[in-house]
């Protein structure tokens, strides 16, 4: 029983590992801004949720596995609120992605 | 930040789970890592990010500067009234003994309690003071 | 065994590689955000060291109350370095500084030496035996082996807890003064900044009152 928890538990803690070096490489790789944060969304959602789940199936205390459970919960919640805020900040101050050069500003910004 | 609903609403969600966990840090500093000192920032912090994002006159409406102002002093009162209680009790300066059978813990509390609400009402008057500055600009 | 030995000096370059990076910027604004990211490497350091209550302490302050306040204060007072000519002094100043410092942890214990001074103390071990013994314990069984580290039974289970605010109350009594001052100084100086604002016509006279002109 435990044997199929721990292959279990590496089942998903080696796919989240490489996602999130997939998501450094992104990082440091891609051409602009907003797809950089593309890069660094996954690695903050994905890559860490699939490694914290691994880590809940770890024969371990269960509160260890509540916590997990916690901090799964709150970096749901926070990563990607961080990631649209940077990237609302980088809009409304007029960053443009290289696809779109030429994009209008949004409404807020013209109304100051 | 009238635009940002989606932080609003996140934020909204947060604060309440960052200010409970500051009391939770307080008051389980006997038994896990903790503290005083953590949970007055970890309050402040809670506070902080409301002003950030709902508006620094919805954060004076909510916590009076004027509180916090009286929260610097309370802090350290507390700290040195639990000190002089315990002289009057028969004890030296700070001996949790002298509170009785559990002293030391019921005079570690009230000492941490003190040193939460100075940190936590510093942090948050440093912040309203300076993001006064900005306002006033 | 290596393994963890890596992850200490991976931690340790990344801090070393921070603090290279915060000394060559000018923008202040990515100083505070690098700044930030160093306390939580240090953060995690202290982890790595078995410290939880400074890693938390780290964590919170450093990487997070202390990083919004700089950002406050980088609002008010604007976000470029002024530019300073650098002296090769100041380098050789650096150097030899922290050359006497790696010099002197020379003399200290291998980490972790369970012969160190700091572990056979018999402080350290009133510290780490009032964790261990409940409050009960001291006056229902006081057991003869441990007869001197009675007294310090206290019965909670953190000792980092127990050393602050018990053994070591009025130090801790001297740092909440210390974070009391530092709140004053802030209200003093840039307090109620919106009621008392000067008018440009109010001056304010600082020559002393015997030196004045009747007027």
């Known amino acids: 029983m435990d044997a199929i928890r721990e292959a279990l538990s590496w089942l998903f803690i080696v796919p989240g590992a490489l996602l999130c070096v997939t998501g450094g490489i992104g990082l440091l790789r891609l051409p602009d801004f907003y797809a950089r944060m593309h890069a660094a969304g996954v690695t903050d959602t994905l890559g860490t949720a699939l490694v914290l789940v691994g880590l809940m199936l770890q024969p371990a205390d269960w509160t260890v596995t509540v916590k997990l459970a916690v901090i799964l919960f709150f970096l749901y919640v926070t990563s990607p609120t961080a990631a649209h805020a940077l990237i609302h900040a980088a809009y409304t101050s007029g960053h443009r992605p290289e696809f779109a050069k030429d994009a209008p500003l949004p409404r807020e910004v013209e109304s100051r | 930040m009238k635009n940002h609903v989606i932080l609003r609403v996140v ?52 916590i009076h500067p004027r509180v916090v102002h009286a929260g610097v002093a309370a802090g350290l009162l507390l700290y040195l009234a639990v000190g002089v209680v315990a002289l009057l009790l028969g004890g030296n300066f700070l001996d949790y003994d002298a509170f009785g059978h559990h002293g030391q813990h019921h005079g570690i509390l009230l000492v941490e309690t003190g040193v939460f609400i100075t940190v936590a009402s510093v942090m948050v008057t440093i912040f309203y003071s300076f993001a006064e500055l900005v306002r006033s600009d | ?163 602050l605010a018990s053994f070591r109350g009025y130090d801790t009594m001297g740092e909440t003064a210390v974070i009391f001052t530092a709140g004053l100084g802030v209200v003093v ?12 016509s109010e001056t304010v006279d600082i020559t002393p009152s015997d ?3 009747e007027a």
């Open chain 2, 11 to 62: 934020t909204k969600l947060l604060i309440p789970y960052i200010l409970l966990y500051a009391f939770y840090v307080q008051w389980h500093g006997d038994y896990g890592p903790g503290g005083g000192f953590q949970a007055g920032v970890i309050f402040a912090a809670g506070i902080i990010l409301y002003a950030l994002v709902f508006g620094l006159q919805a954060a004076e409406d909510a």
């Open chain 3, 1 to 163: 065994m290596i393994g963890e030995q890596l992850i200490g000096v991976i931690l340790l370059a990344l801090l070393a590689l921070t603090a290279i990076t915060i000394a060559r910027l000018r923008n202040l604004l990515a100083t505070a955000m690098l700044s930030g990211i160093f306390s939580l490497l240090g953060a995690c350091w202290m982890l790595f060291l078995d410290a939880p209550d400074v890693a938390f302490t780290e964590a919170a302050v450093g990487a997070g109350i202390s990083t919004i306040l700089i950002l406050a204060t980088l609002c008010v007072v604007g976000a470029d370095e002024k530019q300073v000519q650098e002296s090769p002094l100041a380098l050789l100043v650096v150097l030899v500084a922290g050359g006497v410092l790696v010099y002197g942890t020379l003399d200290m214990p291998r980490f972790g030496d369970p012969n160190a001074p700091a572990h056979q103390s018999l402080v350290t071990q009133a510290y780490l035996y009032s964790a261990n013994a409940p409050a009960e314990h001291r006056e229902t069984q006081p057991s003869r082996d441990a007869h001197e580290l009675e007294t310090f039974a206290v019965g909670i289970p953190n000792t980092v807890t127990t050393v």
């Open chain 3, 189 to 200: 100086i840039l307090g109620g900044a919106r009621h008392r604002r000067f008018e440009p």
């Open chain 3, 211 to 213: 030196e004045r002109p």
